[in-house]
């Protein structure tokens, strides 16, 4: 049978551990694999007679089921040859964790390595098996009375494997996607808690659909006038008892919903057991094993885990993947999906809930929008692609990739190696162990941040170094395994400018630089199957591929400089930045000694060398390196002629291809696009008007960096009036109509009305996530105040990890008393605190951008109310307005027409 691996785990038998593998094969069936045999270990590396070692382990250790001599590479250094080691196999899993501290402190043992590895991770990695791989097995049925009972599992297809080997497919199984959304009953409209209020509705979303409904909703009393979607229950309890029936009846393989991991799942499991303790005959049944529904908490995570199933949150994922205000399921579904979120105030739930007409058919209907709303979000935004690539790359399972970080997947990536080259791993390092790298980690220096020629600028060409620290580290063999330690090769090594030794890759070639290498190879060969995608659902599979192959390739570096890593090196870490900053200082002598200009003829680029004359018609363009940073440069291109989108497309493929040339394999420079002004203001800090090639033409947007239309802690209305102003001085180079606009835009702050002009109270609202409880903040901050008036007139906080939205009204007291809820102000009439807004928000971003063509603050900041000379008279001009007009002139090129296949994009949307 063939079927795709969604999760792993084992179980013990009197035999010994026995994996199980959960998946969905081709034909929808959900399987569950039984695969005996494999055994935990791990490593011991001690001085001595290891002979006698090994025969005092088993005598000491009674879980230990053998010990055998094997020759290992240790992790970090070149090594001339393999050292004697122990390998120790255990009874059961679980030995390794209880035993590997004892055996570390035993006379002779320096190291213990890969004693924390995950038995179903260590089967995966050891086997060549990949979360979300397909795998074939042949197969027998499982007897219920034999060594392993498929009793109490949940699937189509039980069986052991007799063999097992990796295939590969392109395609994914006919996953079944469930998402969830309970509500509970709020007691006199507060935060509901489990002692005390119930869960009365439980509504779910089917992709596809179960039983012919694409949703349903339980309610825990009988419903009147509802359709056949929703099923009136007798009580709580059967209500969830259902819930749960229907969970496994329609055997989902991804669980989903919205901040189901910090709210649904953990009400429900509480729930259960305070039903439970009453007498209450609750069976919350839920994984493929039968396991009941559970959580745990770590710091401010909390964790679920539902064997055989993968539970993903779209909260924290549009967290991650989307930089958005606010992140309620209203906000994110009006933004992400263009739909609207029904709603029941808190406060008005008991009344809907109590009523038995049209009030209770809206509470229902607002129950089933949120799973409904939670689906989309999945699916129409494939919001699991890319996960599920990474697992496919990395090998890790897809619980994993969704819920850790990249420093699991590298770990996944370096064990199989490692394996490979019979090197050991160490374990993850302890705090102390990480305290001391902390402190050593000062020494860290990151990339290369060129100056930048401040100001407005046209026809920027900008230049690119493809996947730049790992071409470093694959053209200089970088890697834990090849630098000198204790043994030498011979003959000449590599010599970081940083310091350092690394072998050359023919004395050993790396295995970072390998894996790397093969990261890359599939990523080139990825994209080029794309292009020959026969249909939709190829190419997203193979553009969620490459994507997850980017991932993985930029993560090997930060890796090496993680201090929490299980390999670390700070030496390692400071020879690829050391290159990468010699790198970036040579490009930009090259290109404004050695090249300086290029010269463009009949629709092709030159360098002045190529050609025995000039001729008339010749445009020379001269090359002049305005910024670059770390992997990015910047070259102004200067022409008597002007210069077209494709002449400076042309400029820049060949100045890309002059300085590939003088880079060692496989590092190149590539030209990625095209600036037609460019504002730098400082390092990291600047804005581009910018045309991309897409397919015959280019498409043109504005990017923004280090500015505050994508920062998140400034409100919606400084976002807003920068894009406005960047597209009048970017676009039209009219510098006089930026200014003109923003003192228009401080005059509407200025008198602003709360009662008429309510909904710019959403432009002037800022957020801050409220990440902990209020007692652990150290310093007083607006969102806490705003946190504390909430639970004042509610009775119950807002739920750790959400944004809380604020405004500051007016008033003498603190700044930060006077933050408050924008609802609460809208409500209420409360007046702004204008000055502050003005001041404090609009202003001084604008003014950075604005200040350099000479505007100050004072003449931007412009109230209607208060006429000033200048305000009566067109002959009497402000002489700054007058210099605005000057230099507008000076910068207000004509502009280039673009193709008409050119799409415009939003100043957001990079």
């Given amino acids: 049978m063939d079927f795709q691996i969604l999760d792993a785990d084992y179980t013990g038998t009197e035999d010994g551990p026995v994996i199980r593998l959960f998946g969905r094969a081709e034909d929808g069936r959900s399987v569950c694999c039984f695969v005996p045999g494999f055994e935990p270990y791990f490593y011991v590396n001690a001085e001595g007679e290891l002979d006698k070692l090994a025969v005092m382990l088993k005598e000491r250790f009674d879980v230990i089921r053998k010990v055998d001599i094997v020759a290992k590479f240790e992790p970090i250094g070149y090594q001339l040859s393999k050292k004697p080691m122990l390998k120790v196999t255990t009874m059961e899993p679980r030995n390794v964790p209880e035993i590997r501290d004892d055996v570390l402190a035993l006379p002779g043992v320096t190291d213990i390595y890969e004693t924390d590895i995950l038995f179903r991770n260590r089967f995966m990695i050891d086997r060549g098996l990949h979360g979300m791989g397909w795998v074939r097995a042949e197969t027998k049925v499982v007897q219920s009375h034999g060594p392993v009972s498929e009793e109490n599992i949940y699937c189509d297809s039980i069986f052991t494997a007799e063999s097992l080997e990796e295939i590969e497919k392109l395609s994914i199984a006919p996953l079944k996607y469930l998402s969830f959304d309970i509500e509970c009953l ?47 229950l007798d009580n709580e309890t059967q209500m969830l008892n259902r819930f749960f029936e229907i969970f496994q009846e329609y055997d989902a393989d991804i669980v989903s919903g919205y901040n189901i991991n ?26 493929r094993d039968g396991r009941v529904l559970s959580y745990r908490r770590i710091g401010n995570r909390t964790m679920v885990s539902i064997p055989g199933r ?8 549009l967290r991650s993947q989307y930089s958005l205000k606010r992140y309620t399921l209203r906000n994110v579904s009006k933004e992400l999906l263009d739909k609207e979120k029904l709603d029941v105030a808190p406060s008005e739930m008991e009344e809907y809930w109590k009523d038995s007409g ?54 996944n990536l370096l064990l199989r190696e490692y394996g490979k080259q019979d090197r050991v791993i160490p374990p993850k390092p302890s705090d102390e162990l990480v305290g001391m790298r902390n402190r050593g980690s000062e020494g860290l220096k990151g990339g290369e941040v060129l100056e930048p020629k401040k100001g407005l600028l046209e026809n920027v060409v900008i230049l690119d170094y493809k996947s730049l620290y790992p071409t470093i580290m694959m053209a200089h063999n970088l890697c834990y395994t090849t630098v000198v330690e204790k043994d030498r090769p011979q003959g000449d090594t590599i010599k970081p400018p940083s310091g350092g030794e690394f072998v050359p890759a023919d004395v050993s070639k790396g295995i970072m630089p390998s894996i790397l290498e093969s990261l890359l190879q599939r990523r080139v060969e990825t994209k080029r199957r794309m292009k020959k995608a026969s249909n939709d659902s190829e190419y997203r599979v193979l553009d969620a591929t490459q994507l997850a192959l980017k991932i993985l390739l930029n993560s090997f570096y930060g890796y090496s400089g993680y201090t929490r890593a299980r390999l670390y090196s700070l030496p390692l870490a400071n020879a690829v930045t050391s290159f990468g900053r010699n790198n970036i200082l040579n490009t930009r002598a090259l290109i404004n000694g050695t090249i300086s200009k290029v010269i463009l003829r009949d629709g092709n680029a030159f360098f002045t060398e190529e050609l025995s004359s000039l001729d008339p018609q010749d445009n020379i363009v001269s090359l002049s390196v305005v910024y670059g940073d770390t992997d990015s440069v910047f070259v102004q291109c200067s022409s008597k002629k002007g210069i077209s989108l494709d002449d400076a497309g042309l400029v820049g493929s060949k100045i890309a291809a002059m300085v590939s040339a003088s880079l060692p394999d496989p590092m190149e420079l590539e030209f990625e696009s095209i600036a037609k002004r460019a504002l730098f203001i400082a390092k990291k800090r600047y804005a581009i008007w910018v045309f991309e090639p897409s397919g015959d033409g280019w498409k043109d947007g504005i990017k923004v960096k280090g500015m505050e239309t994508v920062r998140r802690d400034w409100c919606e209305l400084t976002s807003k009036t920068l894009n406005r102003v960047l597209e009048l001085v970017l676009k039209e180079g009219n510098v006089e109509a930026a200014v003109q606009h923003v003192r228009s835009v401080v005059d509407g702050v200025r008198n602003l009305d709360v009662r008429k002009d309510a909904e710019i109270i959403e432009d002037l609202t800022m957020t801050r996530m409220f990440s902990k409880k209020a007692t652990s903040y150290k310093n007083k901050q607006p969102h806490l105040t705003v946190a504390e008036k909430i639970e004042r007139r509610t009775g119950s906080p807002p739920p750790v990890g959400e944004r809380i939205p604020f405004v500051i009204v007016a008033g003498k007291d603190l700044f930060v008393n006077r933050a408050e809820d924008p609802e609460y102000v809208k409500e209420n009439n409360v007046p702004i605190d204008v000055d502050y807004y003005i001041k404090k928000q609009v202003l001084p971003p604008v003014e950075r951008i604005l200040g350099v063509f000479g505007v100050d603050m004072a ?16 002959d009497l001009q402000e002489p700054s307005v007058k210099n605005l007009r000057k230099k507008e002139k000076e910068i207000q090129p004509q502009q280039q027409v673009c193709e008409d296949k050119k799409s415009q994009s939003s100043l957001l949307d990079f």
């Fill in 186 to 232: 709020p007691i006199d409209g507060s935060m509901p808690v489990p002692e005390s209020s119930p869960v009365i509705m439980v509504s779910m979303s089917f992709s596809p659909a179960f039983r012919g409904h694409d949703t349903l909703v339980l309610v825990s009393k009988k419903v009147e006038g509802a359709g056949e979607d929703v099923k009136g």
């Fill in 262 to 287: 910090d709210f649904d799942i953990p009400y429900i499991a509480d729930r259960v057991a305070i039903l439970a303790g009453s007498g209450e005959n609750v069976k919350p049944f839920v994984g």
């Fill in 310 to 317: 993968v539970v993903v949150d779209a909260l924290p994922m």
């Fill in 358 to 411: 049209e009030k209770l058919l809206k509470f229902i209907d607002y129950a089933r929008r949120d799973s409904e709303l939670a689906m989309e979000l999945f699916l129409k935004l494939q919001l699991l692609d890319k996960h599920i690539a990474v697992a496919q790359v990395s090998g890790s399972l897809l619980q994993e990739v969704v819920d850790g970080g990249q420093t699991s997947m590298v770990d």
């Fill in 859 to 874: 003449n931007l900041d412009y109230d209607s109310r208060q006429k000033g000379l200048f305000d009566f008279s067109d």
